[in-house]
């Protein structure tokens, strides 16, 4: 009851809607097009991981990624790609590799100036597929 007499407070953002304004701040989907570049760009040049996209058609990656980073970042949800465990299900994937991704992904934000604040929630975000990515 004594709530009643209590100001509202507004419930911290979630990591959904924080990442959301990182869709607006980067400028909505012409610059998520410049991101799926610089963050491809960094992948095939990291040897960590670029092998196992040797036999990726790049041009259809892209579109998928395009889509996905959009979801990630908040903005309008037209993903339609198998569900991550399915996609990455025969890759053998390791916490190294997904590590690497991760990484690459970061610099990529720091790259267009997204802050420390905004890349968390991105990440925060990309590690909630963790799991199924590495099919654990
Ligand atoms: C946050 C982590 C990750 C996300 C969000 C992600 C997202 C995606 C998406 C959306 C697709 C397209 C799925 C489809 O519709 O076919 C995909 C495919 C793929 N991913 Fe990932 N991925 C992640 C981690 C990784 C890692 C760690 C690797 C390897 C180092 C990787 C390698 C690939 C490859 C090679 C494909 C192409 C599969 C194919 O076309 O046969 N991904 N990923």
């Given at each position: ?19 959301a ?10 610059a ?9 760009r ?43 465990r ?51």
């Amino acid at each position: 009851m004594f709530g009643l007499f209590k100001k509202k407070e507004k419930a911290a953002p979630s990591p959904e809607e924080k990442a959301a304004s990182v869709f607006d701040k980067l400028g909505g989907a012409p610059a998520i097009d410049a991101a799926v570049d610089i963050f491809y760009r960094k992948v095939l040049a990291d040897d960590r991981i670029s092998h196992f996209f040797d036999t990726i058609d790049m041009e259809a990656q892209h579109v998928k990624q395009k889509a996905f980073l959009t979801m990630a970042f908040g903005g309008p949800n037209n993903y339609s790609g198998k569900d991550m465990r399915e996609a990455h299900k025969h890759m053998n994937l390791t916490e190294e590799h997904f590590n690497a991704v991760a990484e690459n992904l970061v610099g990529t934000l720091q790259e267009l100036g997204v802050s420390q604040e905004d890349i968390d929630s991105v990440v925060t975000i990309a590690v909630s597929v963790k799991d199924d990515v590495l099919n654990k």
